[in-house]
C-alpha cells in the first residue's frame, strides 16, 4: 500500500487541523492505520491508530480529548483531526498502515510496515 498525507500547516495555539492520508490498493480495511509524529531533535512517536473495523481507537495519552482518528473504507482515507492544538504537537506527522495479522489491539505496538511522506504541521504561542 502506497500513502500520502496531506493537511499540514501553520496554525495558532488553539487552533485546529484536519489531517488526511490518502492510501493505493483495493486492501485498505485489511490495514490498521496509525499517525505518528516526530519533532526536530527527538524520536518519532506514536499518536493515534484506528482498527480496521473503525471501531476502535488508540491515542497516545497527550492527545487523548484532543485529537480524533478516523477512517473510511470505502475511500481508502485515514484522518486526523487535531483541536486545541499546542505549540508542542509540532511536529512532522506520518500515516502508517500495519498488516500485522496480530495487531488486534494495543495498536500502538504493531508492527507498521507502511509510512507515508510526512507532513508538517507548525503550532505557533
Known amino acids: 500500500v502506497q500513502l500520502q498525507a496531506s493537511g499540514g500547516g501553520l496554525v495558532q495555539a488553539g487552533g485546529s487541523l484536519r489531517l488526511s492520508c490518502a492510501a493505493s490498493g483495493r486492501t485498505f480495511s485489511t490495514y490498521v492505520m496509525g499517525w505518528f509524529r516526530q519533532a526536530p531533535g527527538k524520536e518519532r512517536e506514536f499518536v493515534a491508530a484506528?482498527?480496521?473495523?473503525?471501531?476502535?481507537?488508540d491515542y497516545t495519552d497527550s492527545v487523548k480529548g484532543r485529537f480524533t482518528i478516523s477512517r473510511e473504507n470505502a475511500k481508502s482515507t485515514v484522518a486526523l483531526q487535531m483541536n486545541s492544538l499546542r505549540p508542542e504537537d509540532t511536529a512532522v506527522y506520518y500515516c502508517?498502515?500495519?498488516?500485522?495479522?496480530?495487531?488486534?489491539?494495543?495498536?500502538?505496538?504493531?508492527?507498521?510496515?507502511?509510512w507515508g511522506q510526512g507532513t508538517q504541521v507548525t503550532v505557533s504561542s
Open positions: 484506528v482498527s480496521r473495523s473503525k471501531l476502535n481507537t
Open positions: 502508517a498502515a500495519s498488516s500485522d495479522v496480530s495487531c488486534i489491539s494495543g495498536y500502538r505496538r504493531c508492527q507498521y510496515g507502511y
